[in-house]
């Protein structure tokens, strides 16, 4: 999957983060041809939402499975196998370096973009003081970056406020994720570590995910279609 796409809708992935499959395809609906690529995790995932999957590549559209698979290797690789018939565009590993090299075997020959989830972008520097990493956000970012280049990943998910200093890991071939988008003026909710769409895009993100500002607005469409332009706009 090419790192920079061409159009600035297929950088734009917008969470399908709701616990009714009829709900999704409503959304999906309503957004119309303004969005190309769409998440299912958790949430989705186990109410139904592999069998949406399918849908949704039969229309056209790619999808991005956030299941952040971690386990012992071997489970990790027959899970990203039987993933595989799905036909997903993406697919989330926990960035720990043997669940990476186990899902690179599981996914090999395949099209799937592989994504090292490095630190989640609801957690700070305190947050991972409290689990016990001896770290800051930025610095596992990094070490976790450099893991998944040399496991052979398609790419990592990041904050935005880590993606700049991420490239130099990584090379200009390699996809950015970022996750905890917020168009000005959007509440945090419960990210800590945002940025805008254009600031995310300046700092060399690939592709934004984008949930609530999107499908909790009063009209999930326009507001696609906004944060499209402005993505359009920061990437000239």
């Not at 229309?59 to 690789?77: E, M, P, R, S, W």
């Not at 972008?121 to 893991?147: K, N, W």
């Not at 993100?205 to 009209?219: E, F, K, Q």
């Amino acid at each position: 999957m090419s790192s920079n796409p061409e159009d600035a809708r297929e950088r734009m992935i917008v969470a399908l983060d709701v616990s009714d499959v009829d709900e999704a395809r409503r959304l999906v609906e309503t957004i119309g041809e303004e969005a190309v690529f769409y998440k299912i995790g958790y949430q989705l995932a186990f109410a139904g939402g592999l069998d949406l999957v399918r849908e949704l590549k039969q229309a056209g559209k790619k999808v991005f499975l956030d299941l952040k698979l971690l386990d012992i290797d071997n489970t990790v690789q027959k899970g990203v196998e039987s993933l595989r018939p799905l036909g997903i565009d993406m697919l989330t590993i926990h960035a720990y370096p043997q669940a990476m090299a186990a899902a690179v075997r599981g996914a090999a020959g395949s099209p799937i973009c592989l994504l090292g989830v490095t630190v989640l972008t609801s957690m700070d520097d305190g947050d991972l003081q409290e689990a016990g990493y001896g770290t800051i956000a930025s610095m596992l970012v990094e070490q976790r970056a450099g893991q998944a280049r040399a496991a052979g990943m398609g790419g990592i998910v990041c904050s935005a406020k880590e993606a700049h200093q991420v490239r130099r890991h990584l090379g200009e071939d390699m996809v950015v994720v970022t996750p905890g988008i917020r168009p000005e003026g959007s509440p945090s909710d419960d990210q800590k570590r945002v940025v805008t769409p254009a600031v995310a895009i300046g700092a060399g993100a690939t592709h934004l995910v984008i949930g609530r500002p999107i499908t909790a607005a009063a009209d999930p469409r326009g507001a696609a279609r906004d944060i499209v332009a402005e993505i359009a706009r920061a990437a000239r």
